[in-house]
T-cell receptor, first 111, second 114 residues
Framework: EDQVTQSPEALRLQEGESSSLNCSYT??????LFWYRQDPGKGPEFLFT???AGEEKEKERLKATLTKKESFLHITAPKPEDSATYLC????????????FGTGTRLQVFP | DSGVTQTPKHLITATGQRVTLRCSPR?????VYWYQQSLDQGLQFLIQ???????AKGNILERFSAQQFPDLHSELNLSSLELGDSALYFC?????????????FGEGSRLTVL
């Protein structure tokens, strides 16, 4: 069964303290790995898509990387406004478009 | 603002009742997805429609049903409600069949079953 596991469940950082979030996956026929950001009481917001091992994407203080078994979301010099839950999702298989989400990492950045 | 509209935002009802959640996708998007988000299980895929036809099905209970209408809006019907159905229900849309994985989510409908 396709599975996505994120760690840690929660992360508290001081403003400016860089760190990484992990997403490990077990799927058959990965077609893409996606990162979303979710603020409290809001729907998830798309950040990145990664399609193959070795690929990297960047957006402001965020950088996503992909290997054959996991993905990392690196946060460089975070600010309080980066506080949110970060969700990882995979799209796998040939006959479905659905995304399978992990349970997320809740990030809190303190000034 | 993602452009996806969900109504109602909040709904409180009793066990055994039936509710309907409504979703209007972004203009031009043909695919609609429904997800359930509870505290302990994260986002669970329920069902996808593409241009009016069911495209993919996840762990959707038999008590739940959905449809997509000719104007592309979608409704999720939840019946014989149980306490465990309390959750946030999200609708998302995408241009094509979700090939890129970029789904645009609404703000959700929070269902509380008492």
């Amino acid at each position: 069964e396709d599975q996505v596991t994120q760690s840690p469940e929660a992360l508290r950082l001081q403003e400016g303290e860089s760190s990484s979030l992990n997403c490990s996956y077990t799927v058959s026929g990965l077609r893409g790995l996606f990162w979303y950001r979710q603020d409290p009481g809001k729907g998830p917001e798309f950040l990145f898509t990664l399609y193959s091992a070795g690929e990297e994407k960047e957006k402001e203080r965020l950088k996503a990387t992909l290997t054959k078994k996991e993905s990392f979301l690196h946060i460089t010099a975070p600010k309080p406004e980066d506080s949110a839950t970060y969700l990882c999702a995979v799209q796998a298989g040939r006959n479905t478009d659905k995304l399978i989400f992990g349970t997320g990492t809740r990030l809190q950045v303190f000034p | 603002d993602s452009g996806v509209t969900q109504t109602p935002k909040h709904l409180i009802t009793a066990t055994g009742q039936r509710v309907t959640l409504r979703c209007s996708p972004r203009s031009g998007d043909l695919s609609v997805y429904w997800y359930q988000q509870s505290l302990d299980q994260g986002l669970q895929f329920l069902i996808q429609y593409y241009n009016g036809e069911e495209r993919a099905k996840g762990n959707i209970l038999e008590r739940f049903s959905a449809q997509q209408f000719p104007d592309l809006h979608s409704e999720l019907n939840l019946s014989s409600l149980e306490l465990g159905d309390s959750a946030l229900y999200f609708c998302a849309s995408s241009v094509v069949g979700g090939v890129t994985g970029e789904l645009f989510f609404g703000e959700g409908s929070r269902l509380t079953v008492l």
